[in-house]
């Protein structure tokens, strides 16, 4: 993490502006609170990807909420490509300033520099891959996968810079790191997945509750408790153990998958203040 809060902070003086890649289904947790104090306030693209798996509604109210804060977003879903061809008219209105500079110049045309960021397995790989319209960048359903800095030009004019997926040394409450852990952004293998699954379920069982029902048979209540939930999943899938006793290890592994791949649904697991 230090490494690339160092890249972050040492190559900004090279971009005209930082585009953070952020979970549409978590679109305050992915948002790193560090990188306003290391991108030295370079003008921010918010790209909220895997808007595919996130609530619509709740989707447009992020963007909402995001403008009338005065940052610029766009929506994307890099495994179909909807919302990218947004991208870069969304970098030339939030550059428009530094262009219309360029011409004045008489420098039309000039390359703009972008430095892309963003947590682990949030999509920034994928992202550069739609852009470029081939496979430029290692791209895997997975934290961890750019290991350095890696410049990549494109056609449209612009020069990406995509840096590792980086989360911030403490987070503020245990309810961030949870949103982080149900999207993937923090490996499994450091984790209690039983527990985690639980939480989630209890998560689901207040603001999807319809959802439950449909894919588990469950009908979860406000209060819910998210192990007894997991448990009566894994008797209506016929996830047992000798005697009869539920497999929740296995039920908690298929729920994760599920909700991460978005065959559970479209969740988003915040809503704005």
């Not at 890249?7 to 790193?32: K, M, Q, T, W, Y």
Request: glycine share 8%.
């Amino acid at each position: 993490m230090a490494k690339t809060r160092r890249i972050i902070a040492e190559h900004c003086r090279l971009v005209d502006a930082v585009c953070e890649v952020v979970d549409a289904r978590i679109p305050l947790a992915s948002r790193n609170p560090e990188l306003p104090a290391l991108s030295g306030g370079k003008p921010c693209l918010l790209v909220l990807n895997r808007a595919d798996q996130a609530d619509a509604a709740a989707c447009a109210r992020w963007t909402d909420h995001y403008r009338a804060r005065g940052l610029l977003s766009v929506e994307t879903d890099c495994r179909s490509g909807a919302g990218v061809d947004r991208f870069l008219p969304a970098v030339r209105t939030l550059l428009r300033e530094k262009i219309e500079a360029y011409r004045a110049r008489g420098q039309v045309g000039r390359t703009l520099r972008l430095m892309i960021v963003g947590i682990p397995n949030v999509g920034k790989s994928s992202l550069i891959n739609r852009l470029a319209g081939r496979r430029a960048a290692a791209a895997e359903d997975r934290p961890g996968v750019t290991r350095g800095k890696q410049w990549y030009r494109l056609a449209q004019g612009l020069e990406l810079l995509d840096t590792p997926g980086v989360l911030w040394p403490k987070f503020e409450d245990e309810q961030t790191g949870l949103l982080l852990a149900y999207t993937g952004a923090i490996r499994d293998d450091i984790l209690d997945t039983e527990t985690l699954a639980a939480r989630l379920m209890e998560l689901l069982g207040r603001r999807y509750p319809e959802a439950l029902t449909a894919r588990y048979k469950l009908t979860p209540g406000p209060e819910s408790d998210g192990f007894a939930l997991l448990e009566e999943a894994a008797r209506r899938r016929g996830f047992l153990v000798s005697g009869g006793v539920p497999d929740t290890e296995r039920m908690a592994s298929t729920l994760l998958d599920e909700y991460r791949s978005g065959r559970l649904g479209r969740f988003t697991l915040e809503e704005p203040e």
